[in-house]
């Protein structure tokens, strides 16, 4: 299945409730799937959906702007490339990953998403297929912009049964430039599953110490990091280069730049 190259707005117009279906578009019990070069804006709920057994699936160059939900919700779904793709003004998260597996989150940008820019999360549900587990497992991020001003965490993990930890889930983050407002906006800069409580780490030092994750990573404070148009300012790019991780061959081929390339965020215009 592919869409590329198309306009998703303003979807849901009769205000179904979002779950179980409604969003822009929602696709279910597929294999070898690729959604490059769309936008989804200012659909009422999820602008992008997948769920109920998607496998080998690559999102690519996309626009998820001001849409009321989460620009791009991943759930039940196995084998996700995630990849130079912009996440802006999303009511929700940028990227809401639930019951998935195996999703790698590469060289995208977000800004401004209301709730978190990514969050993740294990529910109750669990499957004895090999595949589809149901248990968020293996989910990297890597060479991403994440710049925030609001609410209470930029970055979530989370267990419902607060029993398992975000080491156990083999949640790992590097490479990653973030950016908030101030040390209190927001005060967590990472909401972390930890077993019976939430651990909320306030700055990179003690996501570091805690996790040991995000080991090569900045975090800046005050002026965004972003132009307008949402590249990163000269400021950071002058940076970028001691953060950043050189971009697998199989992420590069994928997103049009060569093996080894270090770069932050998506690296391709926004569209527009």
């Known amino acids: 299945f592919v869409l590329s190259e198309s306009v998703i707005r303003g979807n849901n117009s009769e205000s179904f409730k979002q779950a179980p279906v ?3 578009v929602k696709i279910t019990t597929s294999q070898n799937v690729l959604i490059s070069a769309n936008v989804f804006e200012q659909n009422l709920t999820d602008g992008l959906w997948f769920d109920a057994e998607v496998s080998d699936v690559r999102v690519l160059g996309n626009k998820f ?3 009321g939900g989460n620009g791009l919700e991943l759930e039940m779904s196995s084998g996700v490339l995630v990849a130079n793709n912009y996440f802006i003004r999303n009511v929700k998260s940028g990227i809401y990953i639930i019951d998935s597996n195996t999703i790698s989150v590469w060289n995208n940008t977000f800004h401004d998403n209301k709730s978190y820019s990514v969050r993740l999360f294990q529910d109750t ?3 004895s297929d090999p595949v589809f587990s149901m248990l968020v497992r293996d989910v990297s991020l890597k060479n991403n912009v994440l710049s925030y001003g609001a609410g209470s965490c930029q970055y979530l993990v989370d267990d419902y049964e607060k029993k398992i930890s975000g080491q156990t889930m083999r949640v790992k983050s590097e490479g990653n430039a973030y950016h908030r407002a101030g040390p209190s906006s927001p005060a967590n800069l990472v909401c ?3 077993g019976a409580k939430l651990a909320s780490y306030k700055n ?4 570091r110490s805690g996790t040991g994750n995000d080991l090569r990573s900045s975090l ?4 965004s990091i972003l132009t307008s148009s949402f590249q990163l300012t000269p400021a950071a790019l002058a940076n970028s280069s001691s953060v950043a991780l050189p971009i697998p061959a199989a992420v590069a081929s994928a997103i049009g730049v060569p093996a080894d390339t ?3 965020g998506a690296v391709t215009p926004i569209l527009k």
């Open 22 to 24: 409604s969003g822009g």
């Open 125 to 127: 549900r669990r499957s």
């Open 65 to 67: 702007v001001d849409n």
């Open 192 to 194: 972390w599953a930890n």
């Open 220 to 223: 800046s404070e005050g002026a």
């Open 262 to 264: 270090r770069r932050l």
């Open 204 to 207: 990179l030092a003690d996501f």
